[in-house]
């Protein structure tokens, strides 16, 4: 396997840990009433890899030059509620101030108004 194809799959491999369900649906939460409540978040990557080879005489010892980069995003969207009246999401509209809507009215919903 060539070096830019070790960069590579090196990089993939962790971005698939990275990635796994406890990431993306976040531990349930039980209430005391026995709702389930669990987080929902979207998970964003980017990557990128690049090489080359230099010098004279390719495939020599040492004259590879190569790099990866990546980044990644966790969006709370919102929450997975489970209860007697049955599933439902609760969206928090991606904006960081409806989260706390959304978290009120989770908080309504087990007070049953």
């Known amino acids: 396997m060539n070096e830019i194809s070790q960069i590579v799959e090196t990089a993939l491999t962790s971005l698939t840990k990275a990635a796994e369900v406890n990431t993306i649906i976040g531990a349930p939460i039980v209430t005391a009433d026995g709702a389930t409540v669990m987080p929902v978040s979207q998970v964003t990557f980017a990557f990128m890899a690049g090489g080359g080879e230099?010098?004279?005489?390719?495939?020599?010892?040492?004259n590879f030059a190569g790099g990866s980069g990546g980044g990644a995003t966790l969006t709370p969207v919102g929450f997975l509620v489970?209860?007697?009246?049955?599933?439902?999401?609760?969206?928090s509209g991606g904006a960081l101030d409806k989260i706390a809507d959304a978290a009120k009215n989770i908080a309504d919903a087990f007070r049953g108004q």
């Open 54 to 62: 230099y010098g004279e005489k390719p495939r020599r010892e040492g």
């Open 82 to 91: 489970i209860d007697r009246s049955g599933v439902r999401m609760i969206e």
